[in-house]
């Protein structure tokens, strides 16, 4: 690839690149920027020269991604939102205060538990920060894939497990949440009941912990999230194991139990990327995470 032709992409080219990724053909990208099909259609050309890639295989259903594709509308991202972060710097510089979106990927228990106390003491530190929350559930990449993305500036993730930081990336743990047996509340032997889990829970995490107890029966229910795991326990349907942050606000319908010494934890931290780390908005929404958790 001739390096310099790349450098010469274009903030444009680079919208253009993004925009057919998201809509996934060129009619509808160019519908959503304002352009012609053809204009959409000549720019994406353009940026295949200068990268020196096919970046979309054209056909009848629209415009998919091939995998140099899906790198480069990442990195588009990744760049497109810099450029937002130089004029937000900028403007924090002359005027000493911080304004604009800033892009929180979060898995459910975290919006729901973590985030809600350091949004508001974010929000009244500096007005002008306009946060833009999404619910990511914590399969696959996770919330730290949106984050490598280009499509979110944090991520609150579970740090190991199935969503380890991507390459690239940079965090820190804010708190290390134990597990706990939870289980209707009363029942006199509620390691005997059939056992309720949900697809993100903690096979990943405590894995040789999980091994080793041998009163742990096969999940017998898998729900869709960990409020309905609650819910199915509370109107006494089983037993769950179940990380803290899960467990806030239990209904009085529900105990929790210790696990003992060796019980399993789980790490709950944020990402985000080199570049962004060190931009007012990130660093504004880490300092008050870590204050909440402390």
Avoid at 122 to 130: D, F, K, V
């Amino acid at each position: 690839m001739d390096t310099a032709r790349a450098a010469d992409l274009a903030p444009h080219e680079l919208r253009v690149l993004v925009a057919v990724d998201q809509e996934r053909g060129f009619t509808a990208a160019a519908r959503a920027l304002g352009l012609t099909q053809s204009a959409v259609s000549h720019s994406i050309r353009g940026t295949e020269r200068k990268v020196g890639a096919v970046l979309f295989e054209r056909g009848r259903k629209g415009a998919t991604p091939t995998p140099a594709g899906v790198a480069a509308a990442a990195h588009a991202r990744r760049v497109l939102r810099l450029l937002d972060a130089l004029v937000t710097e900028a403007r924090a510089a002359e005027r000493g205060e911080v304004t604009g979106p800033l892009r929180i990927a979060a898995f459910r228990s975290a919006v729901l538990h973590l985030l809600p106390a350091a949004l508001e003491r974010l929000t009244a530190r500096h007005p002008g920060i306009q946060p833009e929350v999404r619910v990511v559930r914590e399969l696959g990449a996770g919330t730290a894939g949106e984050v490598a993305e280009g499509r979110a500036d944090v991520g609150i993730a579970t740090l190991g497990g199935t969503s380890p930081v991507p390459a690239g990336l940079i965090g820190d743990v804010l708190v290390e949440e134990p597990y706990a047996l939870v289980h209707p509340a009363g029942h006199p032997d509620p390691r005997s009941l059939p056992l309720i889990d949900w697809h993100e829970n903690c096979g990943s995490y405590t894995r040789q912990w999980w091994g080793r107890q041998d009163w742990i029966p096969r999940a017998t229910v898998l729900a869709e999230d960990d409020g309905a795991v609650l819910a199915m326990v509370g109107n006494g349907h089983g037993m769950a194991i179940m990380p803290a942050l899960s467990l806030t606000g239990a209904p009085d319908s529900v105990e929790i139990a210790d696990l003992g010494a060796d019980r399993p934890t789980r790490s709950v931290g944020y990402v985000t990327t080199p570049e962004l780390a060190s931009s007012l908005p990130v660093r504004a929404l880490i300092r008050e995470l870590r204050a909440v958790r402390a």
